[in-house]
């Protein structure tokens, strides 16, 4: 492989590794990035610190296990960067349900539960998904985990996994997603707020669902102001400017 595409790499990451405001981690940072994005099947800590050479095992669990930080700054500087690259009065925020498929049952959220991406309910992670998209190109910026009631009604289990404190609350997925559209715009990120909000909850429930269907006001496409007055009767009082109704597809 061409390792040209690592110096490629670290000229994304720089905003990115400036938002940290740390040496070590903007030092690991990249090695793990690439670790994930290169060579080799297995990307657990172990093998990608062997295949890197650059830092030791310790290190780099210690950055991905034990390390805190705020991501507020991080979350900042992906949003002006999507902007940047995708921002306009053309692009749409999009809210999407994702699953990540799993055979154990220690990774925080994991439960048997309906898998968008398989069709059908299996073991598996469930993700409430924030991307920005203009013409053809998507730009993910943000993903917040769902945690099913096999996981809120067991706060032992919570604090084992280490789960947030303030992510031990019981949440719905529309409910994130509130949650996450409230945050990009309140951020003042992009230069032209997106006009429109392409909503697809309804994924993340079986078909048929009643709850999916009351999540995005009865269909597939709602504004900010349809989702508010269905699950959050305080979004549209903060957000002055109406949104333009969007006819169903």
Known sequence: MDETWKSDL????APFLCAFRHKAR??????YVSGLIGAGDRKSVQPMAAREGEVGYDQLHHFIASGLWDAAP???ALLAEADRMVGGADAWLIVDDTALPKKGEHSVGVAPQYASSLGKTANCQSLVSLTLASREVPVMVG???FLPESWTDDPERMARARVPEDRRTARTKPEIAIEEIDRVIASGAFRLRPRRFRVRLQRAFPSGSERARSAVGGGAVATPERLSRRRCSDFSRRESRKAPQIPHP
């Open 10 to 13: 670290e000229r994304w990451l």
């Open 26 to 31: 903007a030092r690991m940072c990249p090695v």
């Open 74 to 76: 991080l979350e900042k």
């Open 143 to 145: 993903l917040r985990l």
